[in-house]
């Protein structure tokens, strides 16, 4: 079973760009969170999608938006791109099925972003 | 609000010493717990997870974990340490009743091995 598929794997971007990052989940999970990861502040949730609904968000600027299509596979964009907002963003996909879950997360190996 | 402390940014071991590695959680309601592992350049890999019962539980590659009530803890631990082991670890806590998969992680703990 293949596991979490994310793409680019590294990009670089200027400051006031925009960026798109994929992520395709684990065949039959619905969940998909992203998560961002850097030296200073660790790993930090960034939002959670189910079933193309956005169902839970963490606490950064709305430059930063998410979606999710009805095959699981999701995407964030970051637009106007600050030198913060350099580093590593890790997507997480979960079965999200009915019953007894425990919301084991499954992650990919990342996209590094550099802003310069 | 839940949050997560790990006890020491970076800890070194030699090859065949005890691995010791200490978290400890804040949380308001009874929480699934887990341990990731991260190598360089790559994602994170779940190491075991405590979600209910037996409290203490066993993972891959040699690790284990025992939940604490009293003391709020979810420490790691491997008997003997090999070089592979050398990768940063997450300790995480999730409230099983919030209706989302959301993980709260500590800063992560580096692992060095020591020939």
């Known amino acids: 079973k293949a596991g979490v598929t994310q793409t680019p794997r590294y990009l670089i971007k200027t400051r006031g760009q925009q960026v798109t990052l994929s992520c395709s989940p684990i065949?039959?999970?619905?969940?998909v969170s992203w998560y961002q990861q850097t030296p200073g502040q660790g790993l930090q949730f960034l939002f959670e999608y189910f079933s193309e609904t956005q169902r839970n968000k963490g606490n950064f600027p709305g430059r930063f938006s998410g979606r999710q299509f009805s095959n699981s596979r999701s995407e964030m964009n970051v637009s106007t791109l600050e030198l913060g907002d350099s580093a590593l963003y890790l997507c997480a996909s979960s079965p999200g099925t009915s019953g007894i879950n425990t919301g084991e997360l499954f992650f990919g190996e990342g996209s590094r972003l550099t802003v310069l | 609000a839940q949050s997560v402390t790990q006890l020491g940014s970076h800890v070194s071991v030699s090859e065949g010493a005890l691995v010791l590695l200490r978290c400890n959680y804040s949380?308001?309601?009874?929480?699934?717990l887990f341990w990731y592992v991260q190598y360089p350049n790559q994602g994170l890999q779940l190491l075991l997870k405590?979600?209910?019962?037996?409290?203490l539980v066993k993972g891959i590659n040699g690790f284990e974990a025992e939940f604490k009530k009293s003391e709020t803890s979810f420490h790691l631990t491997k008997p003997s340490a090999h070089m592979s082991d050398a990768a940063e670890y997450f300790c995480a806590v999730r409230n099983p009743g919030a209706g989302s998969y959301q993980l709260t992680f500590g800063k992560g703990t580096k692992l060095s091995v020591i020939p």
């Open positions: 405590y979600t209910t019962g037996a409290t």
């Open positions: 065949s039959g999970h619905r969940s």
């Open positions: 949380s308001s309601v009874p929480p699934y």
